[in-house]
């Protein structure tokens, strides 16, 4: 079935070092990909997204990725803060018609050790 | 001020009852759903409304009552509540499912 996954369910990085956070999907048709961060007792909160005629965006110290080939995106922090430190999703959908949701991905646990 | 709000943040109640999460967006989207977000943490759809109407259902059990009374709420009641509807519930919001969705806070739900 159609699905959005992480290959490393956590991650522990050092402050200071850049974050890699992956993520694998299966739906072909998906052309509009979101990274959200969610901190402990909050909910998801937008970082960056990417739409699928694009390969690579960059932001405030992120940067994602998106190799349609493989259907592969991925999300890199660069200087790593303890302020990361978080669960961070992919997020999918496609333009079908009436495709009004966001399909999730299971999350990573970014830990940043001081 | 807070562009999608939901209350209450925390609901503790006892298996059989009744109870409504009010959800409320303040960004003129058009777009709003709820998502359950269990213990590990994952985060699934539940309903997707469009100027007010139903959209999505994703296989929720007609427990879940989704009320969207106008484009800015979209509440939710839960009839019956069963200890497995103990989790996190998210209401978010957006333009179109196609652009970013801004999520509210949460509802910690647990049964006893």
């Known amino acids: 079935g159609e699905s959005v996954g992480l290959h490393l369910p956590t991650l522990s990085v050092q402050e200071g070092d850049n974050s890699i956070i992956n993520c694998a999907y299966s739906n072909s048709a998906s052309d509009y990909f979101i990274w959200y961060k969610q901190e402990s007792g909050k909910g998801p909160q937008f970082i960056i997204d990417i739409r699928s005629n694009m390969d690579k965006r960059q932001g405030q110290r992120v940067t994602v990725l998106l190799n349609k080939t493989v259907k592969h995106l991925s999300l890199q922090i660069a200087a790593t803060q303890p302020g990361d430190s978080a669960v961070y999703f992919c997020?999918?959908?496609?333009?079908?018609?009436?495709?009004?949701?966001?399909?999730f991905g299971k999350g990573t646990l970014l830990t940043v050790n001081p | 001020d807070t562009a999608v709000s939901q209350t209450p943040k925390y609901l503790v109640t006892q298996m059989g009852n009744d109870k409504s999460i009010k959800c409320e967006q303040n960004l003129g989207h058009d777009t709003m759903y709820w998502y359950k977000q269990d213990s590990k943490k994952f985060l699934k759809i539940m309903f997707s409304?469009?100027?007010?109407?139903?959209?999505i259902n994703e296989t929720v059990p007609n427990r879940f009552s989704p009320k969207s009374p106008d484009k800015a709420h979209l509440n939710l009641h839960i009839n019956s509540l069963e200890l497995g509807d103990s989790a996190v519930y998210f209401c978010a919001s957006s333009w179109t499912a196609r652009t970013e969705a801004f999520f509210g806070q949460g509802t910690r739900l647990t049964v006893v």
């Open positions: 997020a999918e959908t496609n333009s079908g018609g009436s495709n009004y949701k966001l399909t």
């Open positions: 409304y469009n100027n007010k109407e139903l959209i």
